[in-house]
């Protein structure tokens, strides 16, 4: 849902131009709706375009320390502790942004706090911009018209014929690899950490773009998921009972 306030369009929490990593639970107050975390390394991201972005939250005395990143590039940590609370704060601002491309401003939970705060909580309750981006809507939209190009004949392209080969391609290694709690594990799998992956002889190709995460109950030898998201490969399941399996879309 959008909204425009002075020229700039306001993206609600619930919009699907947010993309959310991690736990973010939705809360609904009376009239106001947001998006609340408190664990470290959830992190949101809104891309747009034009010269200026807002990110909308809340301040008050379980609000703590959160890092901002535009662009890649470290911001600032933005201390949303306040003995009042307040709704509807512009949290963070920046202008004067290139209004040719496209920007996309990142948001990180930390554990960190005020000392006077009794949480670590961020709130989302949306972003302001001139041009909201859907991000994947945005890439699929660029990549379907590169390819258009290429089958009309207005794009040159290197035939496979002129290709050459990868050496000294990275193997996995025969042990496989166990991925613990983390930024690393909420970044892998996109939405929530989750006790341990550990995956033993994956193919050579895998397909990692996120799409859930789920169950797997031990021995299991691969599933498909109702969103018709293949998990590669047959995971291994410890026998300690933790689980864990990366998908993507077939």
């Given at each position: 849902?959008?909204?425009?306030?002075?020229?700039?369009?306001?993206?609600?929490?619930?919009?699907?131009?947010?993309?959310?990593?991690?736990?973010?639970?939705?809360?609904?107050?009376?009239?106001?709706?947001?998006?609340?975390?408190?664990?470290?390394?959830?992190?949101?991201?809104?891309?747009?375009?034009?010269?200026?972005?807002?990110?909308?939250?809340?301040?008050?005395?379980?609000?703590?320390?959160?890092?901002?990143?535009?662009?890649?590039?470290?911001?600032?940590?933005?201390?949303?502790?306040?003995?009042?609370?307040?709704?509807?704060?512009?949290?963070?601002?920046?202008?004067?942004?290139?209004?040719?491309?496209?920007?996309?401003?990142?948001?990180?939970?930390?554990?960190?706090?005020?000392?006077?705060?009794?949480?670590?909580?961020q709130v989302?309750?949306?972003?302001?911009?001139?041009?909201?981006?859907?991000?994947?809507?945005?890439?699929?939209?660029l990549k379907?018209?590169?390819?258009?190009?290429?089958?009309?004949?207005?794009?040159?392209?290197?035939?496979?014929?002129?290709?050459?080969?990868?050496?000294?391609?990275?193997?996995?290694?025969?042990?496989?690899?166990?991925?613990?709690?983390?930024?690393?594990?909420?970044?892998?799998?996109?939405?929530?950490?989750?006790?341990?992956?550990?995956?033993?002889?994956?193919?050579?190709?895998?397909?990692?773009?996120?799409?859930?995460?789920?169950?797997?109950?031990?021995?299991?030898?691969?599933?498909?998921?109702?969103?018709?998201?293949?998990?590669?490969?047959?995971?291994?399941?410890?026998?300690?009972?933790?689980?864990?399996?990366?998908?993507?879309?077939?």
């Amino acid at each position: 849902m959008e909204s425009t306030n002075d020229l700039l369009v306001t993206t609600h929490s619930a919009d699907e131009k947010i993309r959310y990593f991690g736990q973010w639970v939705p809360v609904q107050e009376g009239r106001v709706e947001y998006r609340c975390s408190n664990r470290q390394y959830n992190a949101n991201e809104f891309s747009f375009k034009g010269s200026t972005v807002k990110w909308m939250g809340r301040k008050g005395s379980n609000q703590g320390y959160a890092d901002v990143y535009l662009d890649g590039e470290f911001q600032c940590v933005v201390d949303g502790y306040s003995s009042v609370t307040s709704d509807g704060v512009v949290k963070f601002e920046r202008s004067s942004l290139r209004a040719d491309r496209i920007h996309t401003l990142r948001i990180v939970v930390k554990k960190e706090r005020n000392p006077d705060a009794t949480d670590c909580c961020q709130v989302i309750a949306g972003f302001q911009s001139v041009t909201p981006i859907h991000y994947p809507n945005e890439i699929m939209g660029l990549k379907s018209a590169e390819y258009a190009r290429i089958r009309n004949g207005t794009k040159s392209y290197l035939t496979p014929d002129t290709w050459s080969p990868v050496t000294n391609a990275a193997n996995v290694p025969a042990g496989g690899v166990t991925l613990h709690p983390g930024i690393l594990a909420i970044s892998f799998i996109g939405i929530s950490p989750i006790s341990t992956l550990a995956f033993r002889n994956l193919p050579t190709a895998v397909k990692t773009t996120p799409v859930n995460s789920m169950e797997i109950p031990a021995g299991a030898h691969g599933f498909q998921h109702p969103m018709k998201a293949a998990c590669w490969p047959a995971p291994h399941i410890p026998s300690d009972g933790k689980r864990g399996a990366t998908c993507g879309r077939s």
